[in-house]
């Protein structure tokens, strides 16, 4: 006698299956759009920033990282210096005055846009450092044995510095992250970024939570708003004694830095202890900041380990 398999499913499976609809049937709860996007779907909206980018850390092997910060504005020297050749050009069309930008308040808007456009030049050379000790980086730590990716060039998925680090360690041949954010104008990932590891984030703070848990070390380049931000809150992690394991933080462009801020004037107000200018470093080239990490990282998270034992899966610092 035929059986009738019409509604017949496999009772092992949890696979989604298709069925034709008898009435009005109402979607599967994680299929309705409108409850995802709505307030009470937030939770699960955060819980998917956590455990969608843990399982493709895991899927390709990352076991921590090297984060690089600074500003999104700078441009690598060939692209500053084209758009100030440009600009110099007789008969130049007049640019648009921008307000945000350094000199977008001065009276000459010509005079104001070669003004940016030279100190872009100027400010070029910290993207070419970037990618110079982005490389460097890379090419050391696929030297490095052991089943997962060490120390892997992780940035905030953007332009200028962010483009910088993800196109050094690309073009040594090394995996690199970007963690970028969706915002209102738009950060679009830059190009350097390995395809698998080019995330997506809309929630601030779980994008900050994947730069300070994997990351063995910081190296903050000159940048804005948003890079004091992420600077200071591993600074405050580290002093408060919240990460389980030693962070390296270099800060890069001691003039640079020196102008912007005074930590000892924090130190003799009373606001900082003296010894908590003792959690970052100091750096003026690519070499003097390698072999920094190159240094710290060896001593606090390479220490040897009996044979038998496995290295850790993701982002625990070795004993």
């Not at 006698?1 to 989604?16: G, H, I, Q, R, Y």
């Not at 970007?178 to 809309?202: A, C, K, S, V, W």
């Amino acid at each position: 006698m035929p059986t009738n398999n019409k509604n017949t499913e496999s009772k092992n499976s949890d696979a989604v299956v298709t069925v034709k609809p008898h009435g009005n049937v109402a979607p599967l709860a994680y299929l309705n759009e409108d409850y995802l996007n709505s307030p009470d779907g937030r939770i699960l909206r955060i819980l998917s920033e956590y455990a969608e980018p843990l399982s493709r850390f895991r899927r390709e092997k990352i076991q921590d990282t090297v984060v690089f910060f600074g500003s999104a504005r700078f441009a690598s020297l060939s692209d500053a210096e084209n758009a100030l050749t440009i600009l110099e050009k007789p008969g130049a069309a007049k640019p648009a005055k921008g307000p945000d930008l350094p000199g977008g308040d001065d009276a000459d808007e010509v005079q104001a846009a070669l003004k940016r456009a030279h100190a872009a030049v100027q400010m070029a050379r910290f993207y070419e450092d970037a990618r110079t000790l982005a490389r460097m980086l890379t090419e050391w730590t696929t030297t490095l044995p052991g089943k997962r990716h060490r120390f892997v060039v992780t940035s905030g998925g953007g332009p200028g510095i962010m483009e910088a680090a993800n196109r050094g360690a690309s073009e040594a041949g090394g995996k690199t992250i970007g963690l970028n954010i969706r915002l209102p104008f738009e950060q679009f990932p830059n190009p350097y970024i390995t395809p698998e590891l080019n995330f997506e984030f809309h929630y601030f703070f779980m994008r900050k939570y994947w730069f300070a848990y994997l990351s063995k070390a910081l190296v903050v380049f000159p940048g804005g708003f948003g890079t004091l931000d992420e600077f200071f809150e591993i600074l405050t992690l580290a002093q408060t004694q919240k990460l389980a394991k030693k962070i390296l933080v270099i800060v890069y462009g001691k003039e640079y830095w020196n102008q912007v801020l005074n930590l000892q004037a924090l130190s003799d107000a009373g606001a900082i202890s003296p010894e908590d200018q003792k959690l970052f470093t100091f750096a003026d080239s690519p070499e003097e900041a390698f072999e920094c990490l190159k240094e710290g990282l060896t001593r606090y998270h390479l220490t040897a380990k009996p044979a038998a034992e496995e290295g850790p899966e993701i982002a625990k610092t070795l004993p």
